[in-house]
């Protein structure tokens, strides 16, 4: 069996010049489904110390580097060739041995490298909008040109994916955007929602059977009410431990950090897990939580940590997960994530941290009717299948 792509059949390059590509969702599994319906994938990202590299099962994608290698370690009769160009001709070359179909560019970073691509190839050109950058929460001179090239990029493109409507609307009336080129898809894993529990977290920590897993998943920081979360720890029952999964290893400012929120918590009542996991992996963590928070807190200074989070709704992965298997969950009072605790009765919303104790004992004392209202929410909301399928349409029309 050939198990390379060649003329005839249909080939996609996405390109997210990120280190993180493994612990975001929507985006690993595009190119999941992409492939078992019959598209080649090459994704071309970045790769770091810091997070993991990731990994596929299928023979359809591969993973390739989106930097500019050094000029020595180019092919000879590449070596004086301006780093660019480059790599437009890295592409370039793919595309002669089996075309692209399309560009999809991640982001304004990749968006911008993806446009790149496409004056030289001339394939459609599709925008994937992971967070947003809003032109009234701009700071820096670099984030305007930034801006500027995302609006007129994304007026070009085919379509832009983007995870939710409230997300869309926004980027939408930022953007001068069509309504009918914004296809929405949530950021959340494959498969049905269904109640399943692991010891994952219990052998890993050497935990009792009757401690209560609190679980905290994803980046940890102001933005994400990390240190709200560890003060709240100082009235939990004793059977209560909070573990905190960071989705990078533990590097650069993290130890220090950590070191500090220990001091904010209770003593003996937090672990933190540095040691970030596989996509394939991940799940078995989350399923061996009890209750599972999502806190989300706008915050100045950042152009990515005000409107981006305030509106965070469906691109919040760490709730689809904690929802596909049933885990309810502690949301803080932003109105996207109040929408979904209050409608599908999948969790509690607080209004101040330090109640975080009374919202847990509420679930826990209600076990089976959050959980079936987690998995109920993910089936309307999260089915990252099914909402993907417009993707797959709109590009069988282009």
Not at 126 to 135: F, G, N
Not at 192 to 209: A, G, I, V
Not at 255 to 261: I, K, R, S, T, W
Request: net charge neutral.
């Amino acid at each position: 069996m050939d198990n390379k792509p060649g003329k005839g059949r249909k080939r996609v390059a996405i390109v997210y010049p990120f280190t993180n590509l493994d612990s975001v969702p929507g985006l690993y599994n595009a190119a999941i489904l992409l492939a078992e319906h019959g598209y080649w994938v090459d994704i071309f990202t970045h790769f770091s110390d810091v997070h993991l590299r990731p990994t596929f099962a299928s023979e359809r994608i591969e993973v390739l580097p989106a930097y500019i290698p050094p000029r020595r370690e180019r092919a000879r009769r590449w070596r004086l060739m301006p780093g660019r160009a480059y790599w437009a001709l890295h592409l370039l070359t793919r595309h002669q041995q089996a075309p692209y179909i399309c560009v999809i560019g991640v982001n304004p970073e990749g968006l911008t490298r993806a446009q790149s691509i496409t004056r030289w190839i001339k394939v459609p050109l599709i925008y994937y909008s992971l967070e947003l950058l809003l032109s009234y929460e701009l700071i820096t001179e670099q984030e305007r040109i930034q801006k500027a090239q995302e609006i007129e990029l994304s007026r070009l493109a085919a379509f832009v994916i983007i995870q939710d409507e409230e997300r869309a609307k926004l980027l939408i009336q930022d953007n001068d955007l069509s309504l009918n080129r914004v296809l929405c898809v949530p950021n959340a894993p494959l498969g049905p929602s269904h109640f399943q529990r692991s010891d994952y977290l219990r052998q890993k920590f050497n935990l009792s059977p009757d401690v209560k897993i609190i679980l905290h998943t994803g980046s940890v920081g102001a933005w994400a009410g990390t240190h709200y979360l560890m003060r709240s720890t100082h009235d939990w029952p004793e059977n209560w431990v909070l573990i905190c999964h960071t989705r990078y290893r533990e590097t650069g400012f993290l130890p220090e950090y950590l070191a500090a929120l220990q001091y904010i918590a209770k003593p003996g009542r937090v672990i933190f897990s540095t040691e970030p996991l596989p996509q394939q992996e991940y799940p078995a963590l989350v399923q061996s939580a009890d209750v599972g928070i999502v806190y989300y807190c706008p915050t100045p200074g950042s152009v990515y940590t005000q409107d981006n989070i305030r509106y965070i709704g469906l691109s919040s992965g760490k709730l689809a997960y904690y929802l596909q298997t049933g885990v309810p969950v502690v949301v803080n009072n932003i109105p996207s994530l109040r929408r979904l605790a209050s409608t599908y009765q999948c969790g509690e919303v607080i209004e101040d941290p330090a109640t975080t104790r009374q919202a847990i004992e509420h679930i826990l004392a209600n076990y089976a009717t959050y959980s079936q209202g987690a998995n109920a929410c993910f089936k309307q909301e999260f089915d990252f299948a099914c909402k993907f399928e417009r993707v797959l349409q709109a590009l069988e029309q282009m």
